[in-house]
T-cell receptor, first 115, second 116 residues
Framework: AQKVTQAQTEISVVEKEDVTLDCVYE???????LFWYKQPPSGELVFLIR??????QNEISGRYSWNFQKSTSSFNFTITASQVVDSAVYFC????????????FGTGTQLKVEL | GAVVSQHPSWVICKSGTSVKIECRSL??????MFWYRQFPKQSLMLMAT?????????EQGVEKDKFLINHASLTLSTLTVTSAHPEDSSFYIC????????????FGSGTRLTVV
């Protein structure tokens, strides 16, 4: 069975602080995909990153960075120098082709960035 | 990039009526579409998966007769909530993947359904 755990329900930071959102996953498949999505108050899901199981390279995109570690089944997301506009719910998700490409979502982490 | 258009954005309907939600892929062919339901402050729960030209596959616990899904073409899938009741009030969101999806799964903007 596929499972995604986001243990942090809510995080509050002050603007310009760095913040890391944790994501731990469980799967028996060797080929899978991990995603991060941002859901602002408007509700739409904004795609942030996709990483396949064979690519453990960390990635940086502007203030965003991701740390994928298969050894600990984690795919953590760090926002550097957070801004108020980063306030949203962030979802980590797991997908695999063998399961009809279904995505399993974590419960999400509400990030609040205050001035 | 890949765009999925979902309509309406919000709808209020009376109890007992049916509501149709449309999900269109604008610039790619969506071979598979997914329908999710999200309650306030909760995660997205997959309701069903639909492949073009085939019957939808529903997740356990989802009533097929209540949530009718049609994927008649490679660019359009619809979700009809039949005989809606207040407990069906929720945020419904679709996503689509095609044969070539550079950006992963593309999501619609969601539909907020309120049944009164």
């Amino acid at each position: 069975a596929q499972k995604v755990t986001q243990a942090q329900t809510e995080i509050s930071v002050v603007e310009k602080e760095d913040v890391t959102l944790d994501c731990v996953y469980e799967t028996r498949d060797t080929t899978y995909y991990l995603f991060w999505y941002k859901q602002p108050p408007s509700g739409e899901l904004v795609f942030l990153i996709r990483r396949n199981s064979f690519d453990e390279q960390n990635e940086i995109s502007g203030r965003y960075s991701w740390n994928f570690q298969k050894s600990t089944s984690s795919f953590n997301f760090t926002i550097t120098a957070s801004q108020v506009v980063d306030s949203a719910v962030y979802f980590c998700a797991l997908g695999f082709t063998g399961g009809g490409n279904k995505l399993t979502f974590g419960t999400g982490t509400q990030l609040k960035v205050e001035l | 990039g890949a765009v999925v258009s979902q309509h309406p954005s919000w709808v209020i309907c009376k109890s007992g009526t049916s509501v149709k939600i449309e999900c269109r892929s604008l610039d790619f062919q969506a071979t598979t579409m997914f329908w999710y339901r999200q309650f306030p402050k909760q995660s997205l729960m997959l309701m069903a998966t639909s492949n073009e030209g085939s019957k939808a596959t529903y997740e356990q616990g989802v009533e097929k007769d209540k949530f009718l899904i049609n994927h008649a073409s490679l660019t359009l899938s619809t979700l009809t909530v039949t005989s809606a009741h207040p407990e069906d009030s929720s945020f419904y969101i679709c996503s689509a993947i095609g044969t070539r999806y550079r950006y992963g799964y593309t999501f619609g903007s969601g539909t907020r359904l309120t049944v009164v």
